[in-house]
């Protein structure tokens, strides 16, 4: 082989890593976020303040299946309707209309795709996030909604007190919170059947006082999280729901590490170092025995500390891994503190701290375990057909 012959090999194989290297770069930079556009709740500033990528997504889009599969998490705000304008040819001349009728690209949602391709969505493990007057969007798939005299848009604007549950109380360390409630109408829930409550609270409507959820999860392979609340303000409230959902592929490997354990999850947290702090304190239940608190990172390394009701510490950590663990035994039912250091200056990086209860087993320890029950199931087989057959003779 000639020198120009390898010289002309190797150049075609560089420019052919380069292409195949740039394609699977593409593919790993591909946003797993995505946000239909909206007219009311600013999911989109949110998401930027937080340093989160995020596709939008045209209201026609949800039309599409490939749309649902290419994302693990997807935020439908508060009034993502199409525009009347967009389905509407409007000709006028001088002050006066001189027609109206259908456009060429008019749309109209087809509900029954919809609904099969969200639910499909969540129960393959993708999560989302409905504000609003989107609860129309998701009861096409999940009619779960129950109201007031049937009717849903009963708020007034006011501030409520709103009763703290779950892992917004985990996140927040409030049970109470003060929301006010900033639109006219504003869809006011009596409950949400099968739907785990987050925070619920007290209003007024125009029949009187009235109680039920602000927020909730509903819970169907994914999860799907609904909130009556949505504000331009900045809170603990609001960046819970945003990381909840953002955080979803944190979360999902945060539970498969705990039932890798033999262990039952009983709280989770989603959540990341803004600019400027320098940490973030959460809180967890402890149920009698042995409990262990699970840390997990996307890419960051983080310091802990875990000190107990009375803020006492039990252990301070400094590991520098993404992923750490450490059993608390509890004589009763109780909770701890958990305070998590960044390291260095690492920012806006997603990390989920989990709470678990029972014994730690293994992961190779539950495999060897199957693999030995598996062995055993086939010799007692065995000598089961052995025995059938040689009675047969």
Request: proline content about 2%.
């Given at each position: 082989?000639?020198?120009?012959?390898l010289?002309?090999i190797?150049?075609?194989?560089?420019?052919f890593?380069?292409?195949?290297?740039?394609?699977?770069?593409?593919?790993?930079?591909?946003?797993?976020?995505?946000?239909?556009?909206?007219?009311?709740?600013?999911i989109?500033?949110?998401?930027?303040?937080?340093?989160?990528?995020?596709d939008?997504?045209?209201?026609?889009?949800?039309?599409?299946?490939?749309?649902?599969?290419?994302y693990?998490?997807?935020?439908?705000?508060?009034?993502?309707?199409?525009?009347?304008?967009?389905?509407l040819?409007?000709?006028?001349?001088?002050?006066?209309f001189?027609?109206?009728?259908?456009?060429?690209?008019?749309?109209e949602?087809?509900?029954k795709?919809?609904?099969?391709?969200?639910?499909?969505?969540?129960?393959?493990?993708?999560?989302?996030?409905f504000?609003g007057?989107a609860?129309?969007?998701?009861?096409?798939?999940?009619?779960?909604?129950?109201?007031?005299?049937?009717?849903?848009?009963m708020?007034?604007?006011?501030?409520?007190?709103?009763?703290?549950?779950?892992?917004?109380a985990?996140?927040?360390?409030?049970?109470?919170t003060a929301?006010?409630m900033?639109?006219?109408?504003?869809?006011?829930?009596?409950?949400?059947?099968?739907?785990?409550?987050?925070?619920?609270?007290?209003?007024s409507?125009?029949r009187?006082?009235?109680?039920?959820?602000?927020?909730?999860?509903?819970?169907?392979?994914?999860?799907?999280?609904?909130?009556?609340?949505?504000?331009?303000?900045?809170?603990?409230?609001?960046?819970?729901?945003?990381?909840?959902?953002?955080?979803?592929?944190?979360?999902?490997?945060?539970?498969d590490r705990?039932?890798?354990?033999?262990?039952?999850?009983?709280?989770?947290?989603?959540?990341?170092?803004?600019?400027?702090?320098?940490?973030?304190?959460?809180?967890?239940?402890?149920?009698?025995?042995?409990?262990?608190?699970?840390f997990?990172?996307?890419?960051?390394?983080y310091?802990?500390?875990?000190?107990?009701?009375?803020?006492?510490?039990?252990?301070?950590?400094?590991?520098?891994?993404?992923?750490?663990?450490?059993?608390?035994?509890?004589?009763?039912?109780?909770?701890?503190?958990?305070?998590?250091?960044?390291?260095?200056?690492?920012?806006?990086?997603m990390?989920?701290?989990?709470?678990?209860?029972?014994?730690?087993?293994?992961?190779?320890?539950?495999?060897?375990?199957?693999?030995?029950?598996a062995?055993?199931?086939?010799?007692?087989?065995?000598?089961?057909?052995k025995?059938?057959i040689?009675?047969?003779?």
């Amino acid at each position: 082989m000639t020198f120009q012959k390898l010289k002309k090999i190797v150049s075609v194989s560089a420019a052919f890593m380069v292409i195949l290297l740039s394609y699977n770069s593409d593919l790993s930079a591909q946003n797993r976020v995505a946000v239909v556009k909206s007219r009311f709740d600013n999911i989109e500033l949110v998401l930027d303040t937080y340093h989160i990528k995020y596709d939008l997504l045209e209201f026609k889009e949800l039309s599409s299946s490939e749309v649902f599969s290419r994302y693990d998490s997807i935020f439908f705000p508060s009034g993502i309707l199409s525009e009347y304008e967009d389905n509407l040819d409007i000709n006028w001349q001088g002050k006066d209309f001189t027609s109206v009728k259908l456009s060429k690209d008019f749309f109209e949602l087809d509900e029954k795709s919809f609904k099969s391709n969200f639910r499909k969505f969540t129960k393959n493990g993708g999560s989302s996030y409905f504000s609003g007057y989107a609860y129309k969007q998701l009861a096409l798939a999940y009619d779960d909604f129950n109201f007031f005299d049937d009717f849903p848009y009963m708020g007034i604007p006011g501030r409520i007190e709103a009763d703290i549950q779950g892992d917004l109380a985990r996140f927040s360390l409030k049970r109470k919170t003060a929301l006010y409630m900033e639109y006219t109408g504003w869809i006011a829930l009596k409950s949400v059947s099968g739907a785990e409550v987050l925070a619920e609270a007290q209003f007024s409507t125009p029949r009187g006082d009235k109680s039920g959820p602000i927020s909730v999860i509903i819970h169907d392979g994914g999860e799907i999280l609904y909130t009556s609340y949505y504000s331009s303000v900045y809170s603990e409230f609001k960046r819970f729901n945003i990381y909840r959902i953002a955080g979803s592929h944190l979360r999902d490997k945060a539970i498969d590490r705990v039932k890798a354990r033999s262990q039952e999850p009983t709280g989770i947290i989603v959540d990341s170092f803004l600019g400027g702090e320098t940490h973030r304190t959460y809180y967890f239940n402890l149920k009698e025995g042995n409990n262990t608190i699970h840390f997990l990172s996307d890419n960051a390394k983080y310091m802990f500390e875990i000190y107990d009701r009375n803020m006492s510490l039990i252990v301070t950590r400094d590991f520098q891994e993404t992923a750490q663990s450490y059993n608390i035994i509890s004589i009763k039912e109780d909770y701890c503190f958990v305070k998590v250091y960044p390291s260095g200056r690492d920012r806006f990086i997603m990390h989920s701290v989990t709470s678990a209860y029972g014994a730690v087993i293994p992961p190779g320890v539950t495999y060897t375990v199957k693999i030995i029950l598996a062995v055993l199931g086939s010799v007692l087989l065995a000598a089961f057909l052995k025995v059938t057959i040689s009675r047969l003779k």
